[in-house]
Each structure stands twice: as C-alpha cells, then as structure tokens.
C-alpha cells in the first residue's frame, strides 16, 4: 500500500509541477484531490483502528486515563499533521504554522495534569 501511495503521491507531483506555471490554482486542486485520494487509500489501515485501540486500552489496564490522553495526543497530531500540510499544499505556509502552534498547545495542554502530577510524585519522593 505504501508504494502505492508514493507512486500516486509523486506522479501528482509531477503534474502539479508541469501545470504550475500556467494553472496555478488548477495545481492546487489536484493536488488536494491527490490528498483525498491518498486518505482513501489509507481507508483500510485506518478502519482498523477501533481494534487497535481497544487492544491498546487492554494493555493500558492500570491507567485508563494515560492511555486516553495518548491516544487522543496522536490523534492530535494525526490532524494537525494533516491539516498543515494541506495548508502548505494550497500555499499557505503562514496557517500551516498556525496549524502546527495550535497542534502544539493542543499537546501541551493534554500533558499539563501528567505533567502535574509526575511534579506532585517527585515532590513527595524529595526527603
């Protein structure tokens, strides 16, 4: 499946660099057809991922909460992932950043209360 994508992803590459420099916007939607394209490929692999969570959740029996916040940090950063690059694709590296801080604050603020906490344990390990 990965060389099926590479293969779809660098012949679009190709044409969007041909077409470019007489039909910028027209290689600006193929491009984001080829991304959606990619995301349907990918359909299979991701269609899976409700077992591979409850697998995951199995493992994580102890702390349901930690596995929770890791799960939901990487679909974080699946999405900003995907969002900034989509950004960049249309040519707007500006929101691809803001795409990326926002991503960033996102995992921040998901890790503060471990990040308390793990404050709080060795506090009260210190004599």
């Known amino acids: 499946m990965i060389l099926r994508v590479t293969a779809l992803c660098v012949a679009v590459a190709m044409i969007c660099s041909a077409i470019r420099v007489q039909r910028p916007?027209?290689?600006?939607?193929i491009s984001l057809a080829a991304g959606l394209m990619v995301l349907t490929l990918l359909y299979s692999?991701?269609?899976?991922a409700p077992q591979w969570?409850?697998?995951?959740?199995?493992?994580?029996r102890s702390d349901g909460d930690l596995a929770t916040s890791i799960v939901k940090g990487a679909g974080i950063a699946i999405v900003a992932e995907l969002g900034g690059q989509l950004c960049?694709?249309?040519?707007?590296?500006a929101l691809a950043g803001r795409v990326a801080l926002a991503s960033r604050v996102a995992m921040?603020?998901?890790?503060?209360?471990?990040?308390?906490?793990?404050?709080?344990?060795?506090?009260a390990a210190l004599p």
């Open 88 to 93: 960049a694709d249309a040519g707007e590296n």
């Open 53 to 60: 969570l409850e697998a995951f959740k199995g493992l994580m």
């Open 45 to 48: 692999e991701l269609s899976q």
């Open 25 to 29: 916007e027209m290689a600006t939607a």
């Open 108 to 123: 921040l603020g998901l890790c503060a209360p471990m990040l308390a906490e793990l404050a709080e344990r060795l506090c």
